[in-house]
């Protein structure tokens, strides 16, 4: 599991799963040093977990779980303005 101390951010808006269903997108955006600690079981856990508790609280959507740093935000972030800029010209 994540330590809080390891999260910075989430961000979770409406997506569609694989199959057309409803979904929701969780992005969970974790320090650095938090990336080597991620552990596959650990993160299938969590998944449960969230689900779980989702489903308790009366929400249906499954939740698709994706994990950054926020230096792989940034670098996503300058490639699509890159290309945004290649594309106008």
Known sequence: ???PNRVENAVVEDTVDSMGNDALRVLIVITSDAVPR???DA???LVT???DRLGAEGEPRFPIV???TV???VAEA???AEFDADSES
């Open 43 to 45: 993160l299938i856990r």
């Open 1 to 3: 599991m994540l330590a």
């Open 78 to 80: 300058r490639e699509t």
């Open 66 to 68: 994706e994990y950054a």
């Open 71 to 73: 230096e792989e935000l």
């Open 38 to 40: 991620l552990s596959g």
């Open 49 to 51: 977990r969230l689900g």
